[in-house]
């Protein structure tokens, strides 16, 4: 018999706790009846035998009691420690937003500089004939000339793409370990409704426009809990919805989750992508087309 999954325990934990606390209050019933018996009795015996069953329903019924209470308490604490299990059923409450990701833009810098270079020309100035008969006097004179030499320095700013976290605002909880090198999620099907064995019905590729509510079923293997996982929506390239969590469903199984839209997911070609970390794992194209009038 294969193990109850995290979504399905979550499920069910509600219905338990009601039955206890019924339980409980039942056994109480019983044993204020017994309790009052053993002090009205017709006869000491039958008082005394009334008296010891009302004080064990009594202890049974506070037992239980405690039991529930304490069960309550840890499923509540349990939820604030994995970001609330019922999370992975429940939808954005706004409708789906687009977001434009801003692209790599290159801006080349450039910086003229002038050197000045003296450049050295030298003049004879020859004196008298009678005097070049017998000397010769060269006098050099230089004339500095600036030579303009421009240098170019090209300066490149990058302004990085920016990845679905920053686009969607996500903040990833702290992994408490690594995943294994093995692990795996990949979505398998996808579906607009759920059967009551939390299967899907009518697993398709193309839904009408307007649809509010997407099921995703996948199956996972060498998974290990608290590993940081993500699942993003894509529409034409483009994240619009995501969550991000600490793995809590096992090493290996099937599960489900769904996006969700309040006023209805638009046409066009839409994607989901998981990943382990900041690596991606798996992807799963689907499309919504406009409706037919």
Do not use: C
Request: charge should be positive; aromatic fraction near 10%.
């Amino acid at each position: 018999m294969r193990a109850m999954t995290a979504q399905q325990i979550a499920t069910a934990l509600p219905t338990a706790l009601g039955m206890l606390f019924v339980t409980a209050l039942l056994l109480l019933l019983l044993a204020l009846f017994h309790l009052r018996r053993g002090r009205t009795g017709p006869y000491w015996r039958l008082r005394r035998q009334a008296s010891v069953m009302g004080f064990r329903l009594l202890l049974a019924s506070l037992g239980l009691f405690a039991l529930t209470v304490a069960l309550a308490f840890y499923s509540g604490l349990a939820a604030l420690a994995f970001r609330g299990l019922d999370t992975l059923f429940a939808g954005r409450p706004a409708g789906a937003v687009g977001v434009v990701v801003p692209s790599l833009t290159p801006t080349l810098s450039v910086s003229p500089t002038l050197s000045p270079e003296p450049t050295q020309r030298p003049t004879r100035v020859p004196t008298s004939a009678a005097a070049a008969a017998t000397t010769a006097t060269a006098t050099p004179t230089f004339t500095p000339t600036a030579t303009a030499t421009a240098t170019l320095t090209p300066t490149e700013t990058f302004t990085p793409t920016a990845t679905y976290e920053t686009v969607l605002n996500l903040a990833p909880p702290l992994a408490l370990v690594t995943a294994r090198p093995g692990a795996r999620i990949e979505v398998i099907a996808a579906d607009d409704t759920i059967s009551a064995n939390l299967t899907p019905i009518q697993p398709r590729t193309v839904f009408p426009a307007g649809v509010k509510r997407l099921y995703f079923f996948f199956v996972f293997r060498n998974m290990s809990n608290g590993a940081a996982w993500s699942r993003v929506l894509y529409r034409d390239g483009a994240p619009v919805q995501g969550q991000a969590y600490l793995w809590s469903q096992g090493s290996e199984g099937d599960s489900f989750f769904f996006f969700g839209s309040a006023d209805g997911y638009a046409p066009g070609s839409y994607e989901v992508r998981l990943f382990l970390g900041n690596t991606e794992v798996s992807r799963f194209p689907f499309v919504i087309e406009p409706s037919r009038s």
